[in-house]
């Protein structure tokens, strides 16, 4: 009889050994808390720095239906960017990145190209990088993201 492989689904509890130690774990999934959180921010900047490219302004309307989100749910956004001193918005006027809020949207759009030639480079259909680039571009470390860089480097 052949040997039968398990997927991870069904794999054995890890063992006690395995785990990390709790501080080490704990921190672990701080950064990751700490990441979904920006990477919320992220996802406006980026877009707002996107819609004025390419239409010259960044309304909340446009911006909650790119994001998928209702207009009020946008607005929440928007206000928080605001506080952070990433965004301005007057009424009927739109929306506006900051110094700051440009720099993160430079930055964010970076990451987001680098995850999608990462993913290219291991096979992975073009549509489907650009996809899961969205969520792996604000979770990835800058050991990570400096790590794919060199080895996309080396490939060319």
């Known amino acids: 009889m052949g040997q039968v492989t398990r997927s991870v689904a069904t794999a054995p509890e890890v063992m006690a050994d395995d785990?990390?130690?709790?501080?080490?774990q704990a921190l672990r999934f701080g950064k990751a808390r700490a990441a979904r959180s920006a990477a919320l921010l992220e996802d406006y900047v980026e877009l707002i720095a996107d819609l004025h490219a390419a239409h010259g302004e960044a309304r909340?309307?446009?911006?909650?239906?790119?994001?998928g989100v209702t207009h009020p749910t946008a607005l929440k956004s928007i206000d928080r960017l605001k506080r952070e001193g990433l965004a301005t918005a007057r009424p009927y006027r739109g929306?506006?990145?900051?110094?700051?809020?440009?720099?993160l949207a430079t930055r964010v759009r970076a990451r987001h190209r680098l995850m999608v030639e990462l993913l290219l480079a291991v096979g992975v259909p073009e549509e489907v990088a650009e996809a899961d680039a969205e969520g792996m571009e604000h979770h990835a470390s800058a050991a990570s993201l400096e790590a794919f860089a060199h080895f996309l480097a080396e490939r060319s």
């Not at 909340?60 to 994001?67: Q, V």
């Not at 929306?95 to 720099?103: I, K, N, P, S, Y």
Request: aromatic content about 4%; cysteine-free.
């Open 95 to 103: 929306v506006f990145l900051t110094d700051a809020g440009l720099e």
């Open 60 to 67: 909340a309307s446009e911006i909650a239906k790119r994001l």
């Open 19 to 24: 785990m990390p130690e709790e501080p080490t």
